[in-house]
């Protein structure tokens, strides 16, 4: 991602009401959070259990999304599984963003010697594909819900540390980073009050990109059988359920599929918004 010249624009609630995909965005991502949050306290029928249900039950008003092999109610393990997949691409981009900023930071900020070994850390990272990165760290580790999130917090670290060191460098010569140099003002307090408010807003937007990729590689290591394991749902875990049987019973798939569309869809619609609040150029583009 470009980092926009000439500074950025605050990024605030009036702003993304009247940007037409924030706002969408905005309502999508609502939805889905709101959709997830009620099944942390309700649902129609426990996800887990296997309860002695008929299998795989066409949807209907009691099961609106049908019932899989087991008899479990699919609508109820789409809620459960969105708190798993969501949990999982917020704690990995949580941390990804945080290490991968403090990276940046002082690579950026120190330059020299630091800078080069950083640099060429980080490109050697980012040289590998990052599907295949997370699968290596996750055969490393087993699979599980934890291991997918540890895999994704470290292949994401090193997008997030490429992006802020490119804006701790564009601002650390400004004339107002100088004349805190100075004044004698300490390092970490150019850094927290002169070079951080311009990475905030570029960062946030970083989040919401990394969120998107986020969801969606779960979904893959779910796929794959590498992610949460049964009787546990994840919206990747439920896609492979109903893999085998998908030209008979589609209803299996479709919901959690569905999901991760809109979340997806949200999610970019949400960051490409915010990119034209802070760059109102990149719109015209």
């Known amino acids: 991602m470009d ?26 991502v609502a939805a889905v959070l ?4 009620v099944g942390v306290f309700w649902t129609p029928y426990n996800p887990i259990s296997f309860g002695g249900g ?10 609106p999304a049908g019932t899989d092999i087991y008899g479990r109610d699919i609508f109820s393990r ?11 691409a917020g704690v990995a981009v ?3 963003a945080t290490m991968g900023s403090i990276i940046g930071v002082v690579s950026g900020f120190i330059g020299g010697i630091v800078d080069v070994i950083v640099s060429r850390v980080v490109d050697l990272m980012l040289a590998i594909p990052a599907l295949v990165f997370a699968l ?38 400004k004339t107002y980073v100088e004349a805190s140099r100075g004044l004698g003002v300490s390092p970490i307090a150019i850094i927290v009050k002169d070079i951080f408010p311009s990475v905030v807003p570029i960062l946030v937007v970083q989040i919401t990109t990394a969120l998107a990729w986020g969801i969606l590689d ?16 994840s919206w990747g875990s439920l896609l492979i359920e109903g893999r085998e049987y998908l030209f008979d019973t589609p209803w299996l798939s479709l919901g959690a599929g569905t999901m991760v569309l809109i979340t997806v869809l949200g ?13 109102p150029r990149s719109a015209e583009k």
């Open 78 to 88: 789409i809620m459960a599984g969105g708190q798993t997949s969501l949990s999982i």
């Open 34 to 37: 709101l959709f997830t949050l």
């Open 54 to 63: 008929k299998s795989f039950l066409s949807p209907s008003w009691l099961h």
């Open 218 to 233: 779960e979904a893959n290591l779910g796929f794959l059988g590498l992610g949460v394991q049964p009787p546990s749902p």
């Open 94 to 96: 949580a941390v990804a």
């Open 136 to 173: 290596g760290i996750v055969a490393l580790l087993g699979p599980s819900a934890q291991s997918v999130t540890v895999a994704l917090s470290v292949v994401y670290m090193w997008q997030f540390a490429r992006v802020i060191r490119s804006i701790v460098i564009s601002v650390r010569n």
């Open 267 to 279: 999610v970019n619609l949400l960051g490409d918004g915010l990119r034209d609040i802070i760059d």
């Open 3 to 28: 980092v926009p010249q000439g500074g950025v624009r605050a990024i605030t609630i009036r702003a993304i009401v009247n940007n037409k995909r924030a706002l969408l965005g905005t309502i999508l």
